[in-house]
């Protein structure tokens, strides 16, 4: 299982002890909406729902198809 974001530019894949991380690229990725989540340490920008969705068609093939 890996952790999956979606950015702006090319990102390799990165690993920090067992949690990988893939990077896919959406050129459109900010005008998309997202969601301020605080967390322990500061706050982070996360998907709505609707734009997971979205991403799960257009992404289809990295999630399992």
Not at 10 to 34: D, I, L, Q
């Amino acid at each position: 299982m890996a952790f999956q974001v979606v950015t702006d530019r090319p990102t390799r894949p990165a690993v920090a002890g067992r949690t990988r991380a893939e990077f896919r690229m959406s050129r459109s990725v900010a005008g998309m909406p997202v969601a301020d989540v605080q967390t322990e340490t500061r706050s982070m920008r996360v998907s709505t729902a609707e734009t997971t969705s979205i991403d799960l068609v257009r992404f289809s093939g990295a999630c399992g198809g």
